[in-house]
């Protein structure tokens, strides 16, 4: 086979986090990074065998160079709408980091123009690749819980980490924490509820982190809790439980999904997944760790990004849509932009306002 030659541009944490998965995946070469910081470029500036790496403090002169089948792209938030504009422009295989982008204007834009590409286009959505997550998804699909009513995510965790020039403080940067980060739990939803949300409910605010941290002069404005209904055209109601101050937590993430037969849960970073029917009260309910032995790489997401360039891998060989798509992108991003709207405003926001 052919080998897949790889450019990463942003080589901060998560771009990192996809050297190293690529390292370890046989057939795929990252040939080329790109960084406008020296610092985090030096960081990813080896091959896998140890020889320096072809090296770029602007991605468009790593575009130029052309040497690539696919780019990976992990650079801040606030800049994916000006990289995605230029890569699109090389025609090859593209993996953007979450979320797609950070504005109503600039998710309508990417959407248009990623309808239009034709090559791959992949969304870094990787938390539906969490082995645990993905065992209880394939259930609910499967039928074994009956019509799906209800789906509950918990992310209870620590603060925001520290990013290069901390560009995360800041939600005109992020496009907020219930964009940045939940993204992830809102096209989980989406996934599970196999439909398109229609109406959001928010409650949230900055209650602790980051008060006391002061850039140029600024405070951070980041939202550290929240809780949000989500309601999809079928009918499925969804709810997140966010809280960035709980680091006294065994489980950073519970998932469950709730039918008309029986529920299934997930809890990340155990992997202890529950299976149950309604045979009467607790009856029925089938515990299990759930792990996948095709993970060479646990990295920051328990294995969801190796399995992830797996199979953005597979597609640009056979060719073939993403799995993790640009409506899968847009979808996240307009939910918790509406998620943020409804705490602004204090109100029900509805998904056509947005549209």
């Not at 980490?161 to 924490?177: A, D, E, I, P």
């Not at 398109?196 to 900055?206: E, F, I, K």
């Amino acid at each position: 086979m052919t080998t897949l030659k790889y450019g990463l541009i942003g080589t901060g944490m998560m771009g990192l986090e996809h050297q190293r998965n690529l390292y370890a995946i046989e057939g795929v070469e990252v040939v080329a990074a790109a960084d406008p910081v020296q610092e985090s470029l030096d960081w990813a500036s080896f091959t896998a065998d140890g020889r320096p790496l072809a090296t770029y403090l602007d991605y468009r002169d790593l575009l130029a160079d052309d040497s690539c089948d696919a780019y990976v792209i992990s650079s801040p938030n606030f800049t994916h709408r000006a990289v995605l504009d230029d890569v699109m422009q090389s025609g090859k295989a593209i993996l953007v980091e979450k979320p797609l982008c950070t504005s109503i204007e600039d998710v309508h834009h990417i959407r248009e123009q990623a309808a239009r590409y034709s090559n791959v286009f992949w969304v870094g959505l990787e938390y539906r690749y969490m082995p645990p997550v993905r065992h209880v998804i394939d259930v609910a699909a499967s039928g074994e819980l009956g019509d799906i009513a209800m789906v509950a995510i918990r992310e209870h965790r620590h603060p925001f980490l520290v990013k290069v020039g901390n560009w995360n403080r800041f939600s005109r940067n992020t496009g907020g924490t219930l964009t940045e980060k939940c993204c992830h739990f809102f096209d989980l939803m989406r996934l599970v509820a196999q439909s398109n949300p229609v109406r959001v409910m928010a409650s949230g605010d900055q209650r602790f982190n980051h008060l006391d941290e002061r850039y140029d002069g600024e405070t951070p404005d980041i939202l550290d809790n929240a809780f949000v209904i989500v309601e999809f055209a079928n009918g499925v109601r969804a709810s997140l439980d966010l809280s960035m101050f709980a680091e006294g937590s065994i489980n950073n993430e519970e998932v469950s999904i709730v039918g008309q037969t029986g529920k299934a849960e997930a809890f990340i970073p155990s992997g202890v997944v529950r299976v149950g029917q309604r045979s009467g009260w607790n009856g029925g309910v089938h515990e299990s760790i759930i792990t996948d032995d095709r993970v060479l790489v646990e990295g920051f997401h328990h294995g969801a990004s190796f399995l992830e360039h797996l199979d953005f891998a597979e597609a640009i060989r056979t060719q073939t849509p993403a799995l993790v798509g640009v409506e899968d992108g847009f979808w996240s991003v307009l939910t918790g932009l509406a998620a943020h709207r409804s705490i602004e405003e204090r109100r029900v926001v509805e998904l056509s306002e947005l549209l």
